[in-house]
């Protein structure tokens, strides 16, 4: 693992443990809550290993863990089925999930309630676009979670996000996210940062545009529902356009 590899690896750790104090803190009523920056640290160790940063990538903000993507696998954007596939890290559904997060992804009868990060899609399909191969992009392109945890509703396990209005109004939430943002970015130093979605713009964008510079932050919408194809050469086009590749 590079020197800048093992620095992240600690960063990454730090965040989850910050995040897990404040879990203990809040005890949300309501909503279940997954730490993936924990219990799969190893796989984004491994991750690290097989895929290190280089100097002043672009850093990604998304909004937190998908229960069929990093919540299984520990990596950002990344289910089962695309870690065995396209980074080579074999890994069966539902991965490092804990008993607790298995039973919720499962249907009564048994069945997987999901199977994949439909967000993958898009990202990976960037990721080629912009710089042919996966070692190239992740060295050029490092998502960062600022918020490493899952939330699931309780009684329908739905997917919570930080952009949900119960989460917003826990105490210190928003402050922790741009904690998140400024200790990553003066380890990572990143020539510019893509805020993905309207949530995370609000949260991360002003914060942003005080460490980069206005010109280097791309607000763009999240691939949860966008069309692959268009998603990633739109966004392709703009990072392009602000001279970040």
């Known amino acids: 693992m590079t020197p800048l590899s093992r620095r992240l690896l600690a ?29 799969a640290r190893d ?45 080579d890290i074999k890994l069966p559904i539902p991965g490092r999930a804990p008993p607790a997060l298995i039973r919720r992804l499962r249907k009564p009868g048994g069945r997987w309630r999901g199977y994949y990060e439909r967000s993958s899609i898009g990202i990976y399909r960037l990721l080629r676009l912009a710089w042919g191969d996966l070692g190239a992009a992740y060295r050029n392109w490092t998502v960062t979670n600022t918020c490493p945890l899952l939330f699931l509703k309780a009684g329908d396990y739905k997917n919570m996000t930080p952009a949900d209005g119960p989460l917003r109004r826990l105490e210190g939430f928003q402050r922790l996210r741009v904690t998140a943002l ?56 703009e990072l392009a356009r602000r001279k970040l590749i």
């Not at 607000?219 to 966004?235: C, T």
């Open 11 to 39: 960063e990454w750790r730090a965040n989850a443990r910050r995040w897990q104090e404040a879990v203990e803190l809040w005890k949300p009523k309501g909503v279940e809550v997954f730490n993936p920056g924990i219990y």
């Open 43 to 87: 796989l984004y160790a491994r991750f690290l290993e097989c895929y290190p940063p280089g100097p002043h990538p672009v850093i990604t903000l998304g909004l937190n863990p998908g229960p069929f993507g990093m919540a299984q696998t520990g990596i950002p954007f990344t289910d089962c089925r695309t870690a065995a596939a396209i980074l």
């Open 182 to 237: 400024e200790r990553f970015c003066a380890l990572l130093d990143p020539r510019g940062i893509v805020c993905l979605g309207k949530d995370v713009s609000a949260a991360h964008g002003e914060a942003a545009e005080k460490l980069v510079g206005a010109r280097r932050v791309i607000h763009y919408p999240h691939p949860a529902r966008a069309v692959p194809a268009a998603w990633a050469e739109g966004l392709k086009l």
